[in-house]
């Protein structure tokens, strides 16, 4: 284990969403996750206080707190009511000048645009699977198969099933359909990259440092369309996929496809303009890494891949957390030199 040295007194404003239109348990559950990276980050020394966001109006529960005092930790997923709002706290919390943890606002917008998202790393040259943006069931002559059919806008794997996965053009427009009709967005269509699958969390501003790779192990899957991270994998402990997916952490990877990944993951990074930490979605087929999807807000619960890569290079939990406060507080006026 890395040392845990005494950290600078940086004071930490934790905001957090919790949304009365939840199920009890998911509003229990918020709390308890909250409570976690709360007593970690207070247990290696800063002065901590916790503000759950219940509604849209974040202003309002911010308005007491001096920007020059604290440096937020955005725990935020969005504004309680306001789906696809990640980015509007972020707006929010720049507007009021403070400074916080993760990606700044137009960079979690671009997140949520997944064809924007891939044009950009194209640009930098970044390998992702073929792709065509889909606001109608005409599917301009796709060929490829199998084929993904996603929603262009959601995240978290939302939308994401085994049926997501098509073999003919037939069910290719039957999904698309689907999409444009349940989630009243266009749909994205991408190569199925039916290969090994990375979550590779990295952290940093200017050097970027990769934590150890985990895999999604797919093994105990024999049909092409459930090998994938569905949103019951995420999310339902009771599925299948939620049960039979397991995580390799460290990925098992040779020397130079270690170097390959990272190579990827760190241009990936770098192109949508990630800050502080993100979470790179990737697959590999044919000796080449793709990038599937850019998370700049990343999951980061005691469970999820992020603290569990980070505690295999040495950083408890709350080791983790201060890291993440550290990065903000060198933007920070004047709490910066403490960082």
């Not at 199920?23 to 007593?39: K, M, P, Q, S």
């Not at 603290?307 to 060198?330: I, P, T």
């Amino acid at each position: 284990m890395l040392p845990e040295r005494e950290p600078p007194q940086l004071p930490v404003l934790l905001l957090f969403n919790v949304d009365a239109a939840w199920e009890a348990h998911e509003i229990r559950e918020a709390f308890e996750e909250t409570g976690r990276i709360a007593t970690a980050i207070a247990q290696i020394g800063h002065p901590l206080e916790i503000v759950p966001i219940r509604d849209a109006n974040l202003q309002h529960r911010i308005e007491r707190y001096d920007p020059r005092e604290f440096i937020v930790f955005n725990w935020c997923e969005g504004l309680p009511g306001i789906a696809h709002s990640e980015d509007r706290v972020a707006e929010l919390l720049e507007s009021r000048r403070f400074t916080y943890t993760g990606s700044e606002a137009r960079v979690l917008r671009l997140s949520e645009d997944k064809a924007r998202t891939k044009r950009i790393l194209k640009v930098f040259g970044v390998p992702t699977p073929a792709w065509r943006y889909c606001d109608s069931s005409d599917t301009g002559g796709w060929d490829a198969f199998p084929a993904i059919v996603k929603p262009a806008y959601e995240h978290c794997s939302a939308g994401i099933t085994p049926e997501s996965v098509v073999m003919t053009e037939r069910d290719l427009k039957r999904r698309i359909r689907y999409v444009l009709e349940t989630f009243h967005q266009p749909a994205l269509v991408e190569d199925f990259i039916d290969g090994r699958e990375f979550h590779v969390s990295l952290w940093g501003n200017g050097r970027i440092e990769m934590l150890p790779p985990a895999e999604m192990d797919f093994s105990a899957f024999g049909q092409v369309q459930d090998r994938l991270c569905t949103y019951e994998a995420k999310f339902v402990p009771d599925s299948v996929h939620y049960k039979k997916i397991s995580t390799l952490l460290p990925a098992p990877l040779e020397a130079h496809e270690f170097s390959s990944i990272e190579k990827t993951a760190v241009d990936a990074y770098k192109a949508i303009g990630c800050r502080d930490y993100a979470r790179i979605d990737i697959r590999l087929r044919n000796g080449v890494f793709f990038v599937l999807d850019v998370n700049p807000n990343a999951d980061i619960s005691a469970d999820a891949s992020m603290a569990c890569a980070a505690e295999l290079a040495g950083y408890s939990y709350g080791a983790m957390g201060s890291r993440l406060v550290r990065l903000a507080a060198k933007r920070h006026p004047q709490l910066g030199g403490l960082a």
